[in-house]
């Protein structure tokens, strides 16, 4: 649960919308280039969740991983 220390930017589900903000515009980017993106926007500290951010979207069917190109894809419903 949130509490009054709690970073909102640095919550799951907000780095999960950055990720989708950026492959909106994009909606095919490297895996690296996708978590620079997201250490830029929020900082380094974001990278700790980046992973399960990805896991989020993924879960939600929102983002398909290509393993031959190592990039995430933007899946368009």
């Known amino acids: 649960m949130p509490d009054k ?6 919550s799951l589900v907000n780095i999960g919308g950055v990720i989708l ?3 909106y ?3 095919i ?6 978590e620079n993106y ?3 926007s929020l900082g380094d500290n974001a990278r700790l969740l980046f992973v ?7 879960a939600l069917g929102k983002i398909s991983y290509q393993i031959n190109s190592d990039s ?3 899946v368009q419903l």
């Open 52 to 58: 399960q951010a990805l896991s989020f979207l993924y």
């Open 5 to 10: 220390y709690t970073n909102l930017n640095l």
């Open 21 to 23: 903000k950026s492959l």
């Open 38 to 40: 997201v250490s830029a």
């Open 29 to 34: 980017q490297k895996y690296d280039d996708l």
């Open 72 to 74: 995430i894809n933007l």
């Open 25 to 27: 515009n994009c909606p």
